[in-house]
């Protein structure tokens, strides 16, 4: 028999910024879909009516965008296929499949501390009441007693649940607004969904979905990949609070959506050979759910600006130039006095040294800055604080301004001077550049002070003297 074409979808909760987690599933659903030249549907699970959830929807979309995750159909919105749930839930309640249930969370409670022996959960005390719907009333889904629900689980085998252990959830609240549970597996069976890959915190309410699958005669079951966690250095799951975890802080950190793609798709997945820089192409070609692991995923953020360095150094410099402009645009310096030239002459230099193109502007702003700026910690070490610098500083003014005016014969004239103090290239540098630049690092120092141009140059290295004396 022909395997049905594949069918997956996305469907987050927009119920805050957009997680890397979510960018995770996103991106494994889109690469099965996109191996198997299946459809990749894009649903926005907004039941809840949230505050500010336009926003959360937009920061999504934005965000699937900048990681060039694109989607076949959809996006579409529970909160627009409500009458679904609502059909939904009239026929399970007319096949005596729900009742209906007036307990609060009070009485629940009440009740599982009077007697301690019972299992957790609801005690099904209203299941053989015949309740009618009505104010304050919740629809409750009738678990079987007996029995257990397998879930057939490419990732994790094929854990089983005892319906014994499950106890009657809640399909409808009692404002009549459909629980999470249903309106996922109504979609699923309406959108004729074949594989539903989705982080491993669903897996235990699996079985609840098939329960509701076969009630409602949704047909075969999915095929489910419960995709692994992402945890912090210290093996904590990632959270909001304690993690950077927003998809759009990487993105204004610098990083590149081809970066972030990459890194996103080894969590938890690695071809055969485990390579680590993959083309978008070569993950799709190469992307099979049977090698998806189940342990945990270690969301290493070093890991994440080592492979941005990569991506970045491999960029053509226009691409480059291109990609620092916004980050340039937020520069300490004042708008006009940015020079694009000066920039384009350094811009190979800076890209072989950042990691992130929010690092681009601290590399030139000695470039655009009337001064340059002062640094502490670099102003506050031993070779620029010591007696030597202001020598090395005083005989650098007096020979750059009449050697040359190349990187070559920079070089060659810092590095004479710098003998006759008994000091290596490295260490003679070292204050010239904090004057001139007023960082510790940048790049080249001589390609610096090149573009910077002779009087700039001179100019610095003056005023820094008058400093270390003042
Ligand atoms: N809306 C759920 C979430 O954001 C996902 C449910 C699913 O993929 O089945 O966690």
Redesign the pocket.
């Known amino acids: 028999m022909a395997s049905p074409a594949v069918r997956v ?5 927009p119920t805050g910024f957009f997680h890397v987690g ?1 960018a995770r ?1 996103a991106l494994f659903n889109w690469l099965f879909a996109r191996h198997h030249g299946g459809t990749n549907v894009l649903r926005i ?1 907004d039941t809840d009516a949230e505050r500010g959830r336009e926003e959360w929807v937009a920061g999504i979309l934005d965000a699937l965008d900048w990681i060039g995750i694109d989607w076949d159909e959809g996006p579409f919105r529970q909160s627009e296929r409500r009458h679904l749930y609502q059909k939904a839930a009239e026929r399970l309640y007319a096949e005596g499949r729900a009742y209906w249930c007036e307990c609060t969370r009070a009485s629940i409670d009440e009740r599982t501390k009077a007697n301690a022996t019972a299992t957790p959960g609801y005690d099904g005390f209203c299941r053989e009441r015949g309740l009618t719907g009505g104010e304050g009333r919740a629809l409750r889904f009738r678990t079987p007693d007996e029995g257990s629900t397998a879930v057939a689980d490419v990732i994790r085998g094929e854990p089983r649940f005892d319906h014994a252990n499950l106890e009657d959830f809640v399909i409808l609240r009692s404002d009549g607004s459909p629980v ?1 549970l249903l309106a ?1 597996a109504v979609d699923d069976i309406d959108m004729s969904i074949t594989h ?1 890959i ?2 491993e ?2 897996l235990s309410n699996t079985p609840k979905t098939l329960l509701l699958w076969d009630a409602l005669d949704g047909g075969p079951h999915p095929v489910f990949a419960h995709v692994p966690l992402l945890v912090n250095e210290r093996g904590q799951k990632l959270s909001k609070r304690r993690d950077k975890v927003a998809l759009e802080d990487y993105r204004d950190q610098g990083i590149l959506p081809e970066a972030m793609r990459n890194y996103l798709g080894l969590l938890g997945w690695a071809p055969g050979d485990n390579r680590e820089m993959l083309s978008v192409q070569e993950m799709v070609a190469e992307f099979r759910l049977e090698d998806v692991k189940s342990s945990p995923a270690f969301f290493d953020e070093r890991k994440l600006l080592h492979f941005n360095g990569e991506y970045i150094r491999a960029l053509p410099v226009d691409e480059f130039v291109t990609a620092a402009r916004p980050f340039l645009d937020a520069g300490s310096w004042a708008t006009g006095d940015f020079d694009e030239s000066a920039f384009e002459a350094l811009a190979p230099l800076v890209q072989e040294r950042v990691r992130t193109l929010a690092e681009v502007p601290a590399m030139v702003d000695f470039l655009f800055l009337s001064q340059a700026p002062i640094e502490d910690k670099a102003w506050d070490k031993r070779v620029v604080r010591g007696a030597a610098a202001a020598e090395l500083l005083a005989g650098a003014a007096d020979a750059y301004g009449s050697c040359e005016w190349s990187a070559t014969a920079l070089h060659e004239v810092t590095a004479t001077l710098g003998e006759a103090h008994g000091l290596g290239l490295a260490k003679a540098q070292f204050p010239i550049r904090v004057a001139v630049t007023g960082r510790d690092v940048g790049p080249p120092l001589f390609e610096s002070l090149v573009v910077l141009g002779r009087e700039r140059s001179l100019e610095r290295l003056r005023s820094a003297l008058a400093r270390l004396e003042g």
Not at 9 to 13: D, G, I, K, L, Q
């Open positions: 979808r996305f469907a987050p909760s979510g599933t699970e999470f996922n539903v989705r982080g915190d669903h």
